[in-house]
Each structure stands twice: as structure tokens, then as C-alpha cells.
């Protein structure tokens, strides 16, 4: 087991009023899976993702990851298990707009304290998994939207995280460079990298192994009809 959360619950307070927002989710995660979960706006799925990338805390409930016990950790414990353990790709990339493909993919090397030479030996070597080792020097305003895309998979993958979240990773593509996109998350789920991806397009939805729907904070199976998880 990889990943587990247990009864977790989170409620946000507006005013006075506490707002629940994730209502007893339970979800286990082995190495290897391949998951989606949709849900609506306002369903509670980016603060799962929150929680999960240990972006956020949970009011209550319980997560372990890699059996550590996330909830016990401070700020500064937590910094360090999201660079080592947890890479992210957004929608929008969030490559640095003055810095080269291979100095964007350097990063989170840089905050793991690698030499400056392992860091570029591994920086090239990601973006040659994900094809873009002809534009290792270009920046972002260089590249299309699927080569960003591909740059920024490179980067959550450069210091080999257990787990690879992806925030609507297509949404900002068309649709070839959305199902290149998915072909390489095949590939990296094939080489044995987790993915939890959040995503509001079904077909999108459809390449993961496991299918999950969140609605009114709460976890359902959408394989097979819905069952609460």
C-alpha cells in the first residue's frame, strides 16, 4: 500500500458557519495504479488533491503515505515529503517563463540539494523520456502547449516520486496534444510510476485503471455502477 486515507473529513469555516467540503473519504492507493477522479465544481476534488499532495490538512480522519503518518508532520517535514515523494503537474504548467526547459526540470533538484552536474545529467535525461530532448534550451514561450505539458512531467518527475498527481493535465491542450499526454502517462505507469489524476473530461477520465467520482465531498466507484468507496 502506497497511499491510504481514512475517514477523512474537511470543513472550511465561512464567517461563523463551518462549511463541510470532504465528508468521510476513504481511498487506498497501491504502487502502480493508475486512478481518475471526476467530479463537478464545488465537489470537493481539488481539496482532495490538496490533501493528497499534503498541500492542505484534513480536519480530522487519516493519511499514510509510503506508511509515514503525514498528519504528524510539521511544515518543514512536509516540505520535504512533497519534493521526494509527490510530483505535480497543473494545468497551466507553471513552467518559470525565464528559465530553459532544463533549468525549469533542474528545480525540484535544486530543493533536494543534488550537485549542480547530477542535476543537469538528470534534468536531460527527463526530458528525453518525455521527447523533448531537441529543446532542452528553449523556454516556455518557445514550446507549444503539449511541449510545456511534457517539460512540466519532466520536472515532477526528476527526483522519482512514489506518487505523480496531475490537476486536469489536458485542459489547457487541444486534443491530440491532450491523448500525447496520456500516451506518455502510459508509458510512465507502465514503468511503474502511481498516477491520480483529477480531471473533468470522461474520455480523459477513461485511460485510468481505476475510475473514481467525487460529489458532495463524498468518494464513489464509477466502474461497474457508483458504490461509495
Known sequence: ?????RNIYKNYMQGKMEVPVLKDVSLQVE???FLSIMGPSGSGKSTLMNIIG???????????????????KNDRELAILRNRQI???????HLLPRQSALENVELP????GKKSKDRKEI??????????EDRMTFRPNQLSGGQQQRGAIARAMANSPSILLADEPTGALDTRSGEQIMELFHVLNEEGVTI???????DIAAHAGRR????????????GGEERV
Open 87 to 93: 510530483g505535480f503537474v497543473f494545468q497551466n504548467f
Open 1 to 5: 500500500m502506497i497511499l491510504e486515507l
Open 123 to 132: 534534468a536531460a535525461e527527463m526530458l528525453k523520456k518525455v521527447g523533448l
Open 196 to 202: 491520480i489524476m483529477i480531471t473533468h473530461e470522461p
Open 109 to 112: 533538484l535544486v530543493y533536494a
Open 31 to 33: 504502487k502502480g495504479d
Open 212 to 223: 473514481l467520482m467525487i460529489r458532495d465531498g463524498e468518494l464513489f466507484h464509477r466502474d
Open 54 to 72: 499534503c498541500l492542505d490538512l484534513p480536519t480530522s480522519g487519516e493519511y499514510t503515505l509510503n506508511g509515514e503518518n503525514v498528519l504528524a
